[in-house]
């Protein structure tokens, strides 16, 4: 049994979350963008800047 087909709500619910989930990845995809360009991470090869190499661990 297909439960994204068995009622139209169904398929209506299950669409709804698709499309959030789509618009939720697209978010944290910009979000990262930024992070990395604050940060000055090298986008390219994704080189870790060294003044985040030298922060020290914070114990949790």
């Given at each position: 049994m297909n439960c994204?087909?068995?009622t139209?709500?169904?398929?209506l619910v299950h669409n709804t979350i698709a499309?959030?989930?789509?618009?939720a990845h697209?978010?944290?995809e910009e979000c990262l963008k930024q992070i990395l360009e604050i940060e000055g991470?090298?986008?390219?090869?994704l080189?870790?800047?060294d003044?985040?190499?030298k922060?020290?661990?914070k114990s949790l």
């Open positions: 994204a087909n068995d139209v709500n169904d398929q499309a959030a989930a789509e618009k697209v978010l944290m991470w090298d986008t390219q090869n080189v870790m800047p003044a985040l190499k922060k020290p661990a």
